[in-house]
């Protein structure tokens, strides 16, 4: 059952074996194991629930609609776009549906750094094919490529640098090219209409426009939470609820649990690793039509880059980032898009001629999420080594649109910085492009925050999911993952935490697999 | 208030400009008559936070097909409804940007100057050492153009031509999503 909050005043109460904080990648996917063995599960939204005939396709709405702080949110000093959504399904509302398997050597990371021995390709492969089956996942097929997909793959191809199709979750695709807008035709395969309708179906249920505010702890163990029902045309409180559980999972988001955690159990670690990936856009001007609307916006990837390459004397060499195909909508773009008055406007003309890539930088200084009085907040500033990759991933860039034919590359900073050729990359494409608010950067997979670790002192729960202070208190998204991924989370969010779902259910004694 | 303003107090410069932005008056609607004129009943914006965001439009949206009284229009409703701490941080921002004309040696404000000025005024706020300065301009042009560009009015300019749902009759795959309450 879905029990849309802002209907509601007065207190609901609830009791179940879990209560789940959130309902994206990490809170759908557990919540629907344990629903699937028989847990009574209770979820818990912020968000609003939307279906498909709410998504208009209108840049806007959806921004206004599930976007967090309305698509207006930022880093505190304005360098750092953040994009994430709250709604019923959380950020696979919003996610293109890009389904990438953790890369090996990051897993080896977290093994050898935060003692998650646990996290093996063979420990998750059974977790990550289970989640690849129920969401239709697949190599995009040829027809969903738009042609800034297939332009990107001929300058790669061109240049001998690695990239393919991605895996994407949707079924039946029709390509119209706005899934970051909410699929308005339910063939995006999001939380919202795979987990969350099964979990309801199976008698969970799930309370959308509900804030948690407190966490309810009794005798050192988390029995339930608590918080405000929110109407949701003033987000002011209009009733509470209250839901009394066995055991209580945090899955937010990695800012949502991060200000929950600052909020009821501030812990040194908490918010002290914000992970964001930093997008840095470049657009190309083709000089004629170019399809960039249509399709899905990454059809493509550009990989060859993932990789840190490092000197003999340990000076950075090149990579450390991936490239996304990315086409924007005209109010992005507008605002993403360098230069001012008639020049501006000059840019904009060109619309519909533009290519776009979008960098996911392996970024190896996070950030942070705190409370400034009663404000969440939160920070980054690209430093050190980033700066170089963001400067090489913007080189890159220009050269494989080049080698696909690009008139002109277009780095939307505000020196207005344009290369037309190779012997141009270098001189005109520098570190000042990437300095804070030197152009629009945004940040969109937020890991880190309360992350998962043998070591109490450098984490927040333990290898399984659970606090290292507070027993029964799970954390299963974002937060929970230790350092950025290097390539889009969502997977390896989904794979965590249908693993910590597993090991719930087994050390509960319940019946079934 | 002030404790909300950390879009302003975490840059250079910025505890001064913080000081700075408390001190400047609210101004009145004889002041600034442009809200009243264009009939927009506001709903967090003074006035004068209104003129100075449809002053910006005038002088940032060139030739691009939309009134400067509807966008502006628009971000007032915008910041009604997200709240603080961004709602806050944009309305200091706009009343540094209306005042501080001062540093480039211009004795009008940012509202009485011509659209031509205010360009060349908010190109020095761009190209600030200051990153105050850097981010104040990259809040107010980002959220001007962004706002521009989502009226359909500026379609025929970007040759933009909607969203799907507008224009063909897809079905909706059925999703049983329970009993909804």
């Known amino acids: 059952m879905i029990v849309e909050g802002y209907r509601y005043s007065g207190t609901l109460r609830d009791k179940a074996d879990v209560v789940v904080v959130g309902t994206g990648a990490g809170g759908g996917t557990l919540a629907a194991y344990l629903s699937d063995r028989g847990w009574d599960v209770v979820m818990v939204e912020k968000g609003g629930f939307y279906r498909a005939e709410d998504f208009t396709q209108r840049e806007e709405h959806a921004m206004g609609l599930f976007n967090g702080r309305r698509g207006l949110d930022s880093t505190v000093d304005n360098a750092v776009m953040l994009t994430y959504a709250e709604a019923v399904g959380g950020c696979t509302v919003h996610y293109w549906g890009d389904s990438f398997r953790t890369p090996e050597d990051r897993l080896e990371k977290w093994r050898t750094e935060f003692g998650l021995d646990w996290m093996t390709p063979e420990e998750l492969d059974p977790h990550w094919t289970a989640i690849e089956e129920e969401l239709g996942i697949h190599i995009t097929e040829e027809r969903l490529f738009n042609e800034n997909n297939r332009l990107v793959r001929q300058g790669c191809e061109a240049l001998g640098i690695e990239g393919s199709a991605v895996p994407t979750a949707r079924v039946d695709c029709i390509g119209c090219g706005w899934t970051q807008f909410g699929c308005a035709y339910n063939r995006k395969s999001s939380q919202l209409i795979t987990t969350i309708p099964r979990v309801s179906r199976q008698g969970g249920r799930i309370y959308s426009d509900a804030r948690v505010e407190r966490i309810l702890i009794e005798n050192g163990r988390a029995v339930g939470v608590e918080g405000s029902l929110i109407d949701r045309e003033t987000q002011r409180p209009r009733g509470r609820f209250r839901v009394d559980a066995e055991h209580v999972v945090l899955a937010g988001g990695a800012i949502g649990t991060a200000e929950l955690l600052l909020r009821n159990v501030p812990e040194p670690i908490v918010g002290q690793r914000f992970y964001v990936n930093p997008h840095f856009f470049v657009f190309a001007d083709f000089g004629r039509e170019i399809d960039n609307v249509t399709g899905i916006p990454c059809a493509y990837s550009v990989h060859g880059f993932r990789k840190v390459r490092w000197g003999p004397n340990g000076q950075y060499l090149g990579g450390g980032y991936t490239m996304l195909c990315s086409h924007q909508s005209p109010g992005l773009t507008a605002a993403i898009l360098p230069e001012a008055g008639a020049a501006h406007a000059e840019r904009m003309r060109k619309y519909r001629r533009l290519g776009s890539l979008m960098s996911v930088i392996d970024e190896e200084h996070p950030g942070r999420v705190y409370l400034d009085g009663d404000v969440r907040r939160t920070s980054f500033t690209l430093r050190g080594v980033d700066v170089l990759k963001a400067v090489d991933y913007m080189k890159n860039a220009a050269r494989i649109f080049l080698a696909a034919g690009a008139q002109e590359v277009w780095i939307p900073d505000i020196y207005g910085t344009v290369v037309r050729s190779e012997a141009e990359i270098e001189d005109r494409i520098r570190a000042r492009s990437v300095a804070p608010n030197a152009q629009l950067c945004a940040g969109s997979h937020f890991v880190g925050t309360a992350p998962l670790g043998a070591d109490p002192d450098n984490s927040f729960a333990g290898p399984t999911g659970e606090s290292h202070r507070i027993r029964g208190l799970y954390v299963a998204d974002g937060a929970a993952v230790p350092t950025s991924v290097s390539v889009d989370p969502s997977l390896t969010i989904m794979g965590v935490a249908r693993w910590i779902a597993a090991g719930m259910h087994e050390r509960s004694g319940r019946a079934g697999a | ?181």
């Open chain 2, 1 to 181: 208030m002030l404790d909300r303003r950390g879009f302003l107090r975490n840059t250079a410069g910025g505890a001064a400009a913080l000081a700075a932005a408390t001190l400047i008056s609210p101004g009145c609607a004889a002041e600034y008559p442009q809200a009243e004129m264009d009939g927009v009943a506001l709903q967090t914006l003074t006035p004068k936070q209104y003129a100075v965001v449809r002053a910006a439009a005038e002088a940032l949206l060139v030739d691009v097909p939309v009134s400067p009284a509807e966008v502006a229009a628009s971000v007032d409703r915008e910041l009604a409804l997200v709240g603080d701490p961004i709602e806050g941080d944009m309305k200091a921002v706009l009343g540094l940007i209306e005042h501080l004309t001062i540093l480039g040696g211009r004795l009008r404000r940012f509202t009485a100057l011509s659209p031509e000025a205010r360009l060349r005024y908010l190109g020095t706020w761009r190209e600030s050492r200051f990153k105050l300065r850097r981010a104040a301009f990259m809040a107010l042009r980002a959220v001007v153009y962004y706002t521009a560009y989502t009226h359909d009015s500026t379609r025929p300019l970007t040759g933009f031509e909607g969203p799907w749902p507008e224009r063909y009759r897809i079905p909706v795959y059925p999703v049983d999503f329970g009993e909804v309450v």
